[in-house]
T-cell receptor, first 115, second 111 residues
């Protein structure tokens, strides 16, 4: 069982280019999330999906889009990358059940540099 | 005021001591609380979850929750140099569908 995989591990991208970060989980979790982590700013939520077919905006959604065509995959797309999107990106997933917020697990991350 | 607050540290403790990490949160309706450990250059790793007032123990880790005081803590007994990391506190939001993270406390365990 792999858990959550992300690809690529790292990427250097020219400004203005389009880029899709991939995230796949094999735990059949309903909810999935994309965060970015920057020094001094902590983890910030970009977009989320509570279940396949639905998505929502997080704290910092501008410049990013997501889709959730099925349970396992949650790609994050930068339509036209800018240097301020240089960051480490983490995908996460969570099984939703019961009245409590279930445990959320993170993928290994993608380190993105936009030049 | 931040929704989830942690002292950024670094918190320095000698090997074998108890490390005490603290977190306060602002949303009174929060029901679920988590502690993550993050090594430098790695992703956050879930180490504890707590949902009810009181203590929850797992090995050398004890999470403590006091909803009346809006306070959650993590105790690490017999601290080891390998415990040196940043510890993130996370609390579910009032809508219940996402976590809010604190800025993290950097822990340094000195041999």
């Amino acid at each position: 069982i792999a858990g959550i995989t992300q690809a690529p591990t790292s990427q250097i991208l020219a400004a203005g280019r389009r880029m899709t970060l991939r995230c796949t989980q094999d735990m059949r979790h309903n909810a999935m999330y994309w965060y970015r982590q920057d020094l001094g700013l902590g983890l910030r939520l970009i977009h989320y999906s509570n279940t396949a077919g639905t998505t929502g905006k997080g704290e910092v959604p501008d410049g990013y889009s997501v889709s959730r065509a099925n349970t396992d995959d949650f790609p994050l797309t930068l339509a036209s990358a800018v240097p301020s999107q240089t960051s480490v990106y983490f995908c996460a997933s969570r099984k939703t059940s019961g009245s409590y917020f279930g445990e959320q697990f993170f993928g290994p991350g993608t380190r993105l540099t936009v030049l | 005021q931040k929704e989830v607050e942690q002292n950024s540290g670094p918190l320095s403790v000698p090997e074998g001591a108890i490390a005490s990490l603290n977190c306060t949160y602002s949303d009174r309706v929060s029901q679920s609380f988590f502690w993550y450990r993050q090594y430098s250059g790695k992703s956050p790793e879930l180490i504890m979850s707590i949902y009810s007032n009181g203590d929850k123990e797992d090995g050398r880790f004890t999470a403590q929750l006091n909803k009346a005081s809006q306070y959650v803590s993590l105790l690490i007994r017999d601290s080891q140099p390998s415990d040196s990391a940043t510890y993130l506190c996370a609390v579910n939001n009032n809508a219940g569908n996402m976590l809010t993270f604190g800025g993290g406390t950097r822990l340094m365990v000195k041999p």
